[in-house]
Structure formats: C-alpha cells, structure tokens
C-alpha cells in the first residue's frame, strides 16, 4: 500500500496563482521529500523537511510538516506555466532504506 | 540530469519472453532502486540494492530479479513477462540511505508486453 497520498490528484490554476499540495502518510518518517516530474521524465527531487522541522523554504517553494497529523503541505508561489508537471511526496522511515512514493498531484499552470 | 542511464528506453515484447532492464551509473553511488510507475499507483518499489550483490525486495517484487556484480550497473530482469507488468521502469540511486539524501532518478523505461 502507498506510504503517502497526495490531494488533490489534479489542480488547475492560472499563472500568478499559488498552488497547494497536500501529502498525508501513514507510519512515523526520518524525513519527507518532495519530488517533480515533467511528462516523460524521471523524478528530480525538489525540497527535503526532516522531522524535526516544521517548515521549509527554497526559492517559491515552502513545505510545511505536522508529524502529529502525518501530512505534509508544498505550496508553490506565484506559479508559472512551467510548473505544470506532477509532484510526489516521498517518505522514508525506521528501518526502510528505500523512498515509498504517493500517487502524486498534476499540477496544470494556465499561462 | 545525475549520471544515471537506463536502456533500452522502450522495448515492446511478448508475453513469456524474458527481459532484462539495464541501469548504469557514473556517479558511485551505493544505492540503486528499481521503481514501477503505473497510473494511480505513483512509484511502487520493486527490488533496491545497498552494495554490490546486496538485494532485497521492494512491495512489488514477484516476478522480478535483480542482480548487482558491480557498483555502476543494477540489472532488472522479468524472467517470464505478463502483461501486467506493462508499465514505466524507473532506476533511482542515492548516496547514503535514503534518510539523509534525495535519490536521482533515470529517464524510464517503457516496457509494453503483448
């Protein structure tokens, strides 16, 4: 079974629009990573929130951790058309030397 | 893009015929992953290594070896395939374990068996 799932599976926004992803996982993690993936491609890894932290920034990205809730938040600011691609939350935990993977969230960018 | 290729890229191939799918890397990593990506199911683990001839399964192993006779290369066979495993192949590879470190991925492998 999927250690995370995203929601929404789909959004749509216009360019200029924040987008909001949500992950929810279900034992206890190490850390939480965010991951992006243009059509056709592999995965390229976007941020990395251990889970000792709450919250982190890179650039127009923030990632928000609740460890009590399980779930983990990527807010992409001031998006663009180039942004559209599908993004996955990957998690790891006690004992697990391999990421497990939610069926991630694709994000369309209107320019 | 991290050194890390896989081949073929695309391969069609008959039900019951075996296949095997290369990935090869220049980075020295220690660990290399194998992941299937199936349409509402995201990246499901197949089998991961954590050195040379260190194998273990991942959720979706049955059906699928693995071999590791080096660093650089992590071979995925299908030794009978079906036509449920249709689907994208990915090889990722990280540094240390995956706690402390993001993984690169390769580029895919879209396998079809008919």
């Known amino acids: 079974s999927q250690q995370g799932e995203e929601d929404p599976q789909a959004l749509s926004i216009q360019e200029g629009e924040n987008a909001t992803m949500n992950c929810s996982y279900k034992t206890s993690i190490n850390n939480l990573q965010w991951y992006r993936q243009n059509s056709g491609r592999g995965l390229v890894h976007l941020i990395l929130?251990?889970?000792?932290?709450r919250e982190k920034h890179s650039g127009r990205l923030r990632v928000t951790l609740d460890t009590s809730k399980k779930s983990s938040s990527l807010l992409i600011t001031a998006s663009r058309a180039a942004d559209t691609a599908s993004y996955f939350c990957?998690?790891?935990?006690?004992?697990?030397?391999?990421?497990?993977f939610g069926s991630g969230t694709r994000l369309q960018v209107q320019p | 893009d991290a050194g890390i290729t896989q081949s073929p890229r695309h391969k069609v191939t008959e039900t019951g015929t075996p296949v095997t799918l290369r990935c090869h890397q220049t980075e020295n990593h220690r660990y290399m992953y194998w992941y299937r990506q199936d349409p509402g199911h995201g990246l499901r683990l197949i089998h991961y290594s954590y050195g040379v001839k260190d194998t273990d399964k991942g959720e979706v192993s049955d059906g699928y070896s693995v071999s590791r006779s080096k660093t650089e290369d992590f071979l995925l066979t299908l030794e009978s395939a079906t036509s449920s495993q249709t689907s994208v192949y990915f090889c990722?590879?990280?540094?240390?374990?995956?706690?402390?470190?993001?993984?690169?991925f390769g580029q895919g492998t879209r396998l079809t068996v008919v």
């Open positions: 990722a590879i990280s540094a240390k374990v995956s706690s402390n470190t993001e993984a690169f």
């Open positions: 990957a998690t790891d935990g006690t004992g697990r030397r391999a990421l497990t």
């Open positions: 929130i251990r889970s000792n932290e």
